[in-house]
């Protein structure tokens, strides 16, 4: 059986898309952008927060991946 911390992760996993993932993202890409050169226009922003936005799906993605992993090893040592 998998214990219930792992489960949990893997359920607050899509509730990471909210508002804080998108700010989030949006503060990623100013401070990519090091505030010294200002976007040409929002569509360069909005691209530039999409990009991160994949980016840090991949890993949330990989991190729920990696919790059930462990869940699943950790169940199987209890037996």
Known sequence: MINKY??????SHSQWRGKYFE?????????????KEPFS??????DQ???????NE???????DMA???AEVNAANQL
């Open 6 to 11: 792992a489960i949990g992760i893997c359920q």
């Open 23 to 35: 700010m989030k993202t949006v503060v990623q890409a100013l401070k990519q952008a090091n505030y």
């Open 41 to 46: 226009n929002i569509a360069e922003l909005h």
């Open 49 to 55: 927060v999409q990009m991160l936005a994949a980016e």
């Open 58 to 64: 991949q890993m949330i993605h990989a991190t729920a």
């Open 68 to 70: 059930l992993q462990i």
